[in-house]
């Protein structure tokens, strides 16, 4: 999967892209990261990036003239992949979001805000989708960059070293994840249950699976909505919800 990314700020990204699964992933070729600084595509004498807002009010916005520049000069025009705006005001990003835009496409350009963010027409003529990482406002889309790209790169196969882990993990059944449980078997007197040191695969599958449903019902309850249960487990359920267990 290869990333394009614009950015205002590229050495915020460098450290956590050179460090463990993303720089194993680049090194094997899994993945390719570009950075681009936006500045560079700034013509005029002072590299200015920013201007201040038609209509007043405080803060700077993102000139449009760099931005073009910066994606139509390196991805051609039109962009040759899409072209993702990191904005708390587009689509909230989810397993299930990440997993479109992996079959979508394995080539993105993303664009990180700044200030008050970009220039209207950015996101009208260049950008093709826009992705919010939660309804909360950072200071700029360096973060959010990451955060979606790493969110894509655990599900490119051979990035991660278990290749069950991913499909495992909270969110990607539809249920949060089990609890783990590593050595020692004893901490200050707190024990990893029994069934977890059996060997007894069935039962810790099964053990697990319970784990799974009792958090999703007790932190996360909505989201069992929209998973499928067995008649078994809906029983499991309802015998938590009576009281009749743990
Ligand atoms: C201070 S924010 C601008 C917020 C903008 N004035 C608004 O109210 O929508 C600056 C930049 O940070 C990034 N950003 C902030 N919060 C974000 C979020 N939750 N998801 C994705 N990007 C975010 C965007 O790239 C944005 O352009």
Redesign the pocket.
């Known amino acids: 999967m290869k990333f394009d990314v614009f950015t205002l700020f590229p050495e915020v990204l460098e450290t956590y892209l050179h460090t463990s699964i993303m720089q194993r992933a680049r090194a094997r070729g899994l993945l390719e990261v570009n950075l681009h600084n936006i500045r560079d595509w700034a013509t005029d004498k002072h590299h200015v990036t920013d201007d201040t807002p038609y209509g007043g009010g405080g803060?700077m916005v993102?000139k449009p003239e760099p931005i073009f520049a910066a994606v139509e000069g390196v991805l051609g025009v039109p962009p040759s992949c899409p072209v993702i705006?990191?904005?708390?005001?587009?689509q909230c990003?989810t397993q299930n979001k990440a997993k479109d835009l992996a079959r979508r496409s394995s080539h993105f350009a993303l664009?990180?805000?700044?200030?008050?963010?970009?220039d209207e027409r950015v996101r009208q003529h260049l950008v093709t989708d826009e992705?919010?990482?939660?309804?909360?406002?950072?200071?700029?889309?360096e973060l959010?960059a990451l955060v979606l790209m790493d969110v894509l790169a655990r599900l490119i196969p051979g990035v991660l070293g278990d290749p069950l882990a991913a499909e495992q993990d909270s969110h990607a059944t539809g249920l949060l994840e089990y609890p783990h449980y590593t050595r020692p078997p004893e901490f200050r007197g707190w024990e990893v249950p029994e069934i977890l040191r059996s060997g007894h695969h069935a039962r810790i599958e099964r053990w697990r699976r319970e784990q799974s449903l009792l958090r999703t019902w007790r932190r996360r309850p909505e989201m069992l909505e929209n998973v499928e249960l067995t008649e078994e487990e809906r029983e499991f359920l309802g015998r938590q919800e009576r009281g009749d267990e743990g």
């Open positions: 803060g993102m705006l990191l904005t708390p005001q587009g990003l664009i990180s805000g700044r200030y008050e963010g970009v992705i919010s990482i939660g309804d909360y406002v950072l200071t700029g889309g959010p």
